[in-house]
DNA sequence: TAGATTGTTAATCGATTAACAATC
DNA sequence: TAGATTGTTAATCGATTAACAATC
């Protein structure tokens, strides 16, 4: 129907690259998910989400890519590194499917989010409901700022960045939001990561270094608007002479 | 160094799809640029403007992938899409190499951007520095809720989105961010295109259907947090019997 | 000339698509 | 049995990497 394509984000891992050894015992179960098909299984488990919610118990590949925007080869491709959990000439049982692929992700147990930055774009992943339903729970929120700590924000209050550590291995935390200035946030990611946490997301306008083993994933407005730009451009300029 | 790689969002366009015929006649010029490649040259860029900033006046393609985080070889194969402007033995001089790619991208003209939405997110996105400083003026934020239409937010006043056809026409948009929730986000979007926006970045959290010419971006936090969550748990677990 | 570094080619690797045999 | 749809294979396509000839 239309192209579909994954770029953007950087994710510096280390966890990809070896094989990690273990020739997968069963199934589809031990294996690595290709990153593309990863991003994807999401927009599968948000689409089947919808379709519980407004009651449908059953769905092809073809229907359930359409709701997700690829093809029902993609779709099917992608499902089979989760494993085989459909029924010929029938489809999914959307509920069956949806939990498989939850598994698959690792969203089975909730997750500890601590959030870097009070400022707008701090405030605003603080709030945004869109977490806790995933099962995601914002456990804190920091800033440097004294006039800023202690204010409320959502059901949390603002922490001094001072008690970072503390505050990250009180709450248990284990995913960690970046919503920081470019100038501090290599400093503050090397705190967390040596506080132990090792799933970073960033909002952050520069290349953060990490250490093996820590996975850091990155959105970035500019670069956004900065593809689409090119793309606007190209529209405008179908083939300028030199 | 460590591995890097692409993943993420969704673009629907059909920009690239059709190579638009054109059998560019002259040089890099008007050649298509693959999307994984203009991903990076944004990166690239933001690494040129840090040297240009600390006065830096040379760059190898070594040092530069070294500050990207990619490897010398994409870098250098990034480049040659946008064309020959470095000298062997030598290297790239930072100013030019950056009015360059900035060329290559679109972003020599200013881009007038509208921001959809007037909760948390979009505050934080209308009052994000990032934007000006790159060529992206931000031109009108709108809001459905007359409780905070004609609010102040940053330089702006909310503006009715009722009146959103007549604001994007007077305004001169021509990029729209919906940061708005998921249930109006559909017809909003439709709204957008139909008043002749082509390039949309979204952040509400559902697949949106654009025509042909539209270019539309996907930015979603909790997706972001479920790829995290899916790294993480392999890191726990190395190898699951079953 | 000797050393350095680009721009490009060819080889590898991974992701997408099409097609179809398996099977409900 | 006939129709439908999955799961998988093989073919295509695109992206990354390594290597090196061109050249400053």
Redesign the pocket.
């Known amino acids: 129907m239309d ?4 770029a953007t984000e950087q994710t510096v891992t280390s966890l990809d690259s070896p094989p990690q050894a273990l020739p997968g015992p069963t199934g ?1 179960a031990g294996k690595q998910i ?4 990863v991003a ?1 299984l999401t927009i599968y488990l948000r689409a089947l989400n919808s379709l519980l919610a407004e009651g449908t118990e059953r ?4 229907s ?1 890519a359409e709701l997700s925007g ?5 779709l ?5 590194h989760v ?10 049982e959307v509920q069956y499917l949806s939990r498989h692929i939850a598994a698959a992700l690792g969203l089975t147990h909730d997750w500890k989010v601590a959030i870097v930055g009070a400022g707008n774009l701090g405030k605003a992943l603080a709030r945004y409901g869109g977490f806790e339903s995933r099962g995601f729970d914002v456990v804190a929120i920091f800033d440097a700022d004294q006039m800023v700590v202690g204010n409320e924000v959502g059901w949390l209050r603002v922490s001094d960045v001072a008690d970072l550590e503390a505050v990250l291995e009180r709450t248990g935390t284990n995913m960690v939001v970046l919503a920081l200035p470019a100038a501090v946030a290599q400093s503050i990611c090397d705190r967390v990561v040596t506080a132990g946490v090792r799933s970073i997301l960033s909002f952050a306008p520069v290349m953060l270094q990490v250490p093996d083993g820590v996975t850091l994933r990155k959105v970035d407005m500019a670069t956004e608007l900065q593809i689409l730009a090119y793309h606007a451009q190209r529209a405008q300029t179908p083939g300028q002479p030199e």
């Open positions: 192209s579909q394509r994954d589809a290709p990153p593309a098909a994807r769905v092809s590949s073809e359930l690829v093809s029902s080869s993609t099917r491709k992608d499902l089979s494993g085989s959990y459909g029924t010929r000439g029938v489809g999914y």
